[in-house]
């Protein structure tokens, strides 16, 4: 038995989000059956329904910060139950027998992941539609336990912000002792800064507006730089052991370099442009710097994270907003209008 959900769609890349009704799959042996209580607001969805990646397909139910409760479970399913709270991320499914998926990477699946939206299912080729809606069926390889004890939508954002903020810092084992810096005060920079400070390191943030050093402060920060004074940046040259950088725009990483210590790392989150301007490779391999990249986070690695969030009191900062307001609330994403992270609460979609 399929089940008849409704939902809110992007049609096409030039028309608003509406209501949009569908059918989700009947559960298969390994299936959960969510019934979606909040679902974060990301910028990629608002990229992916706007077709500014150039691979989106319609119509598209986008939303990959899930939080909901188990509604039933297939023959097969032994970790959830009904009445769960659980998440779901970016992914809904993987290869799950590469050397990415066999190391809980599966984010790198040399196949390719199946994404929780605009993608395909491995299974039956149909069209994937993510958390704008008011439930989900999903493999239970790919759903995370979420504790009560958190603010269940302040959660929400932790399955894509959280997670891609948690993965570099752990994999760089960022700790006690360590001097690191966030790049960026946004829906990863924010939470990147919750998790430094959480994980014992000394944290520096830079931004280039002015006035934001108390609210960094709030969020974990010791120190803020602006990154336009040249006078602050030389103040911190040869500093850090690894810097977070959350820009999703191009930007010069080249001052950045300067503040890395020998052997330090910038890792990449938010970009998925080329680099402008270029590197000046001097400033990498005098310092055997080097500059990576992340991407999300594995599903064990993301229920760490949600462990992590449960014992030390960390979610995201939120704006809750009813469904029917989903367009306007993209409009303030681009304009960068929002403290940190929108979250649909699901129960609105009935009145919208």
């Keep these: 038995m399929t089940f008849p959900t409704r939902g809110y769609a992007a049609q096409s890349a030039t028309t608003p989000l509406a209501p949009f009704q569908f059918e989700r799959r009947a559960p298969r042996p390994d299936d959960v059956v969510i019934d979606i209580l909040y679902c974060g607001v990301c910028h990629s969805d608002i990229h992916q329904a706007r077709n500014e990646w150039h691979g989106s397909m319609y119509p598209m139910v986008p939303g ?5 409760r188990v509604s039933a479970v297939g023959s097969a399913v032994t970790k959830f139950k009904a009445g769960d709270t659980v998440g779901v991320g970016c992914m809904v499914d993987s290869c799950q027998h590469c050397a990415s998926c066999n190391t809980g990477l599966e984010q790198y699946c040399e196949q390719g992941a199946t994404w929780t939206y605009n993608d395909k299912d491995r299974q039956d080729g149909s069209l994937t539609f993510g958390g704008y809606s008011e439930r989900i069926v999903v493999s239970d390889k ?10 269940l939508k302040a959660a929400a954002p932790l399955l894509c912000a959280g997670i891609t903020t948690w993965s570099p810092l752990r994999h ?8 690191i810096a966030v790049i960026g005060l946004g829906g990863l920079g924010h939470m990147g800064l919750k998790f430094a400070k959480a994980m014992g390191a000394d944290v520096t943030l830079f931004t280039r507006s002015p006035g934001k050093e108390e609210e960094a402060r709030r969020l974990g920060a010791d120190h803020v730089v602006l990154s336009t004074d040249a006078q602050q940046m030389a103040a911190v040259a040869r500093q850090f052991e690894f810097i977070l950088d959350t820009v999703p725009s191009p930007h010069d990483l080249n001052p950045y370099l300067d503040t890395l210590a020998i052997n330090g790392v910038i890792c990449l989150v938010g970009l998925l442009e080329p680099l402008e301007p270029a590197v000046q490779t001097a400033k990498v391999i005098l310092g055997r710097r080097s500059i990576s990249g992340s991407a999300i986070g594995g599903i064990g690695e993301t229920q760490e994270m949600l462990d992590f969030c449960a014992e030390h009191g960390i979610v995201s900062d939120i704006e809750v907003i009813d469904m029917k307001d989903i367009n306007a609330a993209y409009e303030r994403v681009v304009k960068s209008d929002v403290r940190y992270r929108f979250v649909i ?6 009145a919208a």
């Design 172 to 179: 760089w084992n960022i700790g006690k002792g360590s001097k």
């Design 64 to 68: 990959h910060e899930i939080v909901g």
């Design 142 to 151: 790919f759903v995370v336990s979420i504790s009560d004890k958190l603010d």
């Design 345 to 350: 609460d699901m129960a609105s979609l009935k």
